[in-house]
């Protein structure tokens, strides 16, 4: 029996794709993050410049460090640092407390400057274990703020430095309790969250350590700066774990709050808290009921009528995406003919899918066919809104990968889901799209290398020749130099589309066309 955490295809295969292949189309949307390499690593790990105090008014920002000499310069600087820590640390006379504190201030000062911070100096240096010495129970706020913060910059840095944080990850995170105060707390989250950033490893670390319900505590109340943080540190901490997922939607008062600041969060609020979202509805069954039976895909499209944010609207967007294609309850029950957020949603789509923003358009595209792959209605109402027309242009005009999603819209509206299995032509559907000049691009998608683009464009005309009225598709997909396109398949090493391509030109172009099998 499948584990109710854990959903290691959740966004595929989806609910229907054009022609034979009804449930083959692979779409692990929960990763596709990574795929965006700076986008991962602007969202995974965070240099901590300026602190979550309002003590900060003395933190200097210098302009990034490009020399050699420079760069020595801050080394140097940074060994010296420590010394006075460790100096610091040993003296036990009048004004003690101070001392560690203006050292460590001095320390986190270094390690907040330049682009490329003096990490590995100090850990060189021996930072580390006095670093966990400041961490100690009873110690000052000031003192805990200042270390917390180093170490949220150490952890900022490469994987092995990150890793350097290990004797500090049971102190940081019991100093997300209650009783902390509300700085420290956050501080302490912040680098937990780098930690989480860097990996399974260490997120595996982190939830067997018990991090996860004092972040979740965090995100309780409505103290935008700490549940930003949280809701961030959060995100990272739960990406790829399907059971921390599902244990983090369980915890007291966390759906409501997931949606409290959705809704009423600023911009910046509602951004990282939608990412929670996010991994939520990509990796847990449980979340995703929950989610879909709360009011969140009315706060989901109202977030993308009203915002221009490009950093709030994708990750709304996706959580949208991630909803419809994984729950049957929000297609069968909410998204259904006559409800006005039906309607909405198809409308916030048409706005993202019109976007300049080349991810807005592949996310719209993507959600949009898993409402296509729905029932009739589901496909009527995407059919007469103002969506065709800008995805018939896009399958045209896009990039490559923006096509490919455009083409399994348009795919599945041409076909209704029957108990045979084999998909029903919507006639009048396909007739439209075809007038609208969508075959040339499907005719593209053939010529592809992509397996799957090559196959959807075969399915694709495939309904166009055995679909058209009056027997035209044959006419129709030669004009579109269809007959050609199909014969590149004939020493194609994949079979599936080999024996697809002979079959329809034997079919509707005559032997004088066929394609050896």
Same mark, same amino acid.
């Given at each position: ?17 054009? +022609? ?16 965006? &390499? ?11 410049? @300026? +602190? ?20 020595? @310069? ?15 640390? =040993?003296?036990?006379?009048?004004? =003690? ?32 274990? !006095? ?7 009873? %110690? ?11 170490? !949220? ?43 989480? #950033? ?6 595996? @670390? ?56 959705? *809704? ?29 039976? %709360? ?8 977030? /993308?009528?009203?915002?221009?944010? $490009? ?101 599945? $509206?041409?076909? =209704? ?12 559907? /396909? ?9 040339? #691009?499907? !005719?593209?998608?053939?010529? %592809? ?25 044959? *006419? ?5 130099? #269809? ?14 589309? &080999? ?14 066309? #066929?394609?050896?099998?």
């Amino acid at each position: 029996m499948a584990d109710e955490n854990s959903t290691p295809h959740k966004r595929g295969p989806l609910k229907s794709s054009v +022609g034979s292949a009804v449930v083959q189309r692979r779409r692990d949307h929960a990763v596709t993050v990574r795929k965006e &390499r700076r986008e991962a690593l602007m969202r995974t790990k965070r240099l901590c410049r @300026v +602190g979550v105090s309002s003590d900060d008014a003395d933190v200097t920002i210098d302009a990034d460090m490009a020399t050699d000499e420079e760069q020595s @310069v801050l080394e140097d600087q940074t060994l010296k640092s420590i010394e006075e820590l460790n100096l610091a640390i =040993a003296y036990q006379g009048k004004g =003690a407390m101070q001392k560690r504190v203006n050292a460590l201030r001095e320390l986190r000062r270094l390690l907040s400057k330049s682009e490329y911070p003096p990490v590995e100096a100090a850990l060189k240096a021996g930072a580390m274990p !006095t670093l966990v010495h400041c961490l100690s129970f009873g %110690s000052p706020d000031e003192q805990l703020l200042e270390t917390a913060w180093c170490l !949220t910059n150490i952890a900022a840095g490469k994987p092995e430095e990150t890793k350097a944080l290990l004797p500090a990850l049971p102190l940081l995170i019991a100093h997300m309790g209650e009783k902390s105060s509300l700085p420290v707390a956050e501080q302490c989250a912040w680098a937990l969250g780098n930690v989480a #950033g860097e990996g399974e490893e260490l997120r595996d @670390v982190l939830l067997s350590q018990g991090a996860l319900q004092p972040l979740a505590r965090m995100m309780l109340p409505d103290k935008g700066s700490t549940v930003r943080t949280a809701a961030w540190a959060l995100s990272n901490l739960i990406k790829g774990h399907a059971k921390a997922a599902t244990e983090l939607i369980r915890l007291d008062g966390v759906l409501d709050a997931i949606l409290r600041h959705l *809704k009423r969060g600023d911009e910046e609020l509602a951004t990282e808290v939608a990412w929670v979202v996010v991994y939520l509805t990509a990796l847990s069954n449980v979340a995703t009921s929950m989610l879909a039976k %709360s009011d969140l895909l009315q706060i989901l499209v109202d977030r /993308l009528a009203s915002s221009n944010s $490009l950093e709030l609207l994708i990750p709304v967007l996706r959580s949208l995406g991630n909803l419809v294609a994984g729950d049957s309850y929000v297609t069968d029950n909410v998204l259904v003919a006559g409800n006005e957020i039906t309607v909405r949603v198809i409308q916030v789509m048409i706005k993202c899918l019109s976007s300049e923003h080349r991810v807005l358009k592949k996310e719209s595209a993507w959600a949009l066919s898993n409402v296509a792959a729905g029932s009739v209605e589901h496909k009527k109402l995407i059919h007469s809104s103002g969506a065709v027309s800008i995805l018939i242009r896009l399958l045209s005009t896009s990039p490559f990968d923006i096509r490919k999603e455009v083409a399994y819209v348009l795919g599945n $509206l041409s076909v =209704a889901p029957s108990e045979s299995g084999r998909p029903v032509l919507i006639v009048d559907h /396909l007739v439209s799209l075809v007038g609208g000049g969508c075959l040339s #691009g499907f !005719t593209d998608l053939v010529r %592809s290398a992509d397996i799957e683009a090559a196959r959807l464009g075969l399915q694709f005309l495939e309904l166009v020749l055995r679909g058209m009225p009056n027997g035209e598709g044959p *006419k129709l997909v030669e004009a579109e130099d #269809g007959i050609e396109a199909m014969e590149r398949f004939q020493f194609h090493e994949n079979e599936e589309l &080999r024996s697809m391509a002979n079959q329809l030109v034997d079919k509707y172009f005559g032997e004088e066309y #066929g394609l050896d099998a």
